[in-house]
């Protein structure tokens, strides 16, 4: 059938209530009542409703499918990994689930201290010091879990003077620390105007610090790889 002829067939509002009412007559029935612009709305109306009871109920089979995920718990593994730049063990958070994680957080004896994102779904933690490390992962769906690690075996203790000797306008200082070592870049004096002064030379090797003789009191600061440093009091004689 041509599209010109499907355009004939169609009736408007008039012509339709005068075929539907030549139609009761013939049938002898009692014409109808209701105005076909009525009927014509009515059907429109029962047609968005029905598609609209659809869409409500594929929202309803859907959020039912993902109901399950809302219930799901974070399942991770924590491993030290390889000491970092300050000599601090490093621990990875790596999270096993297809959610997306919400947040890592980690605290050191109750202290919260940093946690780094590493790479997708895989975290870092660095403590500081030795202690009882609890790690909480939540997911998406605000769901949570908590695990504690016990860090050991960071250094904890500054280093030691062996011993002193001044010579040639020269003070050498002898140091040593067993744990990290000493971080001998990093060691600096202060005068008591407040200027910072630098040694002249160190032997790691031997623990051997040199500082040309101070002409004042000085505060000298000896630091180890992991922070801890150890302060001498030099008093000119």
Known sequence: MSEKNEKDLKLDALAATKLLENVFEECDVEPNTVPMEALSAYSGYRKERFFLQRLILVIAIVLFLMLPFLFISPDYKVSEADTGERNLPVYSVSVDNVLPVG??????????????EADSHTFTVEPTRNGSLEL???????????????????????????????????????VKDED???????????????????????????????????????????????GNTLHLRITKQ
């Open 103 to 116: 947040y890592v957080t980690a605290r050191l004896d109750g202290d919260p201290i940093p946690v780094y």
């Open 180 to 226: 990290s070592g000493i971080n001998y870049s990093e060691i600096y004096a202060v005068d008591s105007a407040g200027k910072t002064v630098k040694p002249v030379s160190y032997k790691g090797s031997k623990g051997e610090i040199v500082f040309d003789y101070p002409q004042t009191d000085w505060d000298v600061y000896i630091p180890d790889m992991t």
């Open 136 to 174: 909480e992962v939540s997911l998406f769906n605000a769901q949570k879990t908590k695990k504690t690690v016990s860090v050991k075996g960071i250094d904890e203790n500054a280093p030691v003077v062996l011993s002193s000797v001044s010579e040639g306008g020269k003070l050498k200082l002898y």
